[in-house]
């Protein structure tokens, strides 16, 4: 693993929302730079895997965080509160609250043509709303946790290709979101606490679940490439180091900010 440039050895994460190579690539390089991650998810067994695999790497270099794997259930207010209490109290608080359930919707970056583009903003919107729901309740449970701590975050992480696809179909769901992000960063102020948006440009699982009839990462990179020439893969180490960043005393001055993380994509 690279070098890493932001210690966190003093902070604890709740890392949440579905599993995938984002969740595992930033729990890894989070726990490299010292913080504590408690990873609360929809594939439990997969979770538990890296969170050994990062404890075994403790064993190696005592710099490295612990992991935790908590099961997550997302179906009601009640058990949300649960799951997220679990999580933080893994090891003992969070000074960190990571949300990455925008990230896993399954919006189409082609507009159904077949259906119309009512017909698709109406499941876009559904698909989101689900999410941002689930979101909005997590949050609301994670701020009791994070704003009680010495500058505290809040970060969400979505698709931006999924924002261009809404858009596209006249669809206003991620301009409610924007507005959330800076709505929250208001309210949590008063407690130091920041709270940002990462906007991710393409990424592999991103290709790999819209267009999962092509064989391969490059091949569904050369589609998407024939609607946006320019855009480039971006790496997960990239992505983890940026959110190392905000999570680390060096953003303190950063808060109700949609950052994009896209490679100068131009959508």
Do not use: W
């Not at 119309?116 to 941002?132: D, K, N, V, W």
């Not at 409610?176 to 709270?195: G, H, I, P």
């Not at 819209?210 to 790496?235: G, N, Y």
Request: hydrophobic share 45%; aromatic share 8%.
């Amino acid at each position: 693993m690279s070098e890493v440039g932001f210690k966190l050895t003093d902070k604890t994460i709740v890392l949440a929302g579905p599993f995938g190579l984002l969740m595992q690539n930033l729990a890894t390089l989070l726990a490299n730079c010292g913080a504590d991650v408690a990873l609360l998810t929809d594939d439990h067994k997969s979770a538990q895997r890296i969170c050994q695999n990062i404890m075994d790497m403790r064993e190696v270099s005592e710099m490295f965080g612990r992991a935790a794997a908590i099961e997550a259930k997302f179906h009601d207010e009640n058990a949300i509160a649960q799951s997220l209490s679990r999580s933080a109290e893994a090891f003992g608080g969070a000074d960190i609250y990571i949300d990455t359930q925008l990230f896993g919707l399954k919006i189409p970056f082609f507009a159904d043509k077949n259906a119309g583009p009512a017909t698709t903003r109406t499941a876009i919107e559904a698909s989101f709303l689900e999410a941002f729901e689930t979101l909005r309740t997590m949050t609301q449970a994670a701020s009791a946790f994070v704003k009680t701590r010495t500058r505290g975050r809040v970060l969400y992480i979505f698709n931006e290709l999924d924002a261009f696809a809404a858009k596209k179909v006249e669809s206003s769901v991620f301009a409610q979101f924007n507005d959330y992000v800076k709505k929250v960063a208001q309210e949590l102020s008063a407690s130091q606490t920041a709270v940002n948006a990462l906007a991710i440009g393409v990424n592999e699982e991103y290709l790999l679940s819209r267009f999962p009839k092509l064989a391969s990462i490059q091949r569904a990179h050369q589609e998407l490439q024939k609607t946006l020439p320019h855009a480039r893969l971006v790496d997960y180490a990239d992505i983890s180091n940026i959110v190392a960043f905000l999570a680390s005393h060096s953003s303190n001055g950063i808060s109700g900010q949609i950052l994009h993380v896209n490679h100068a994509l131009a959508i």
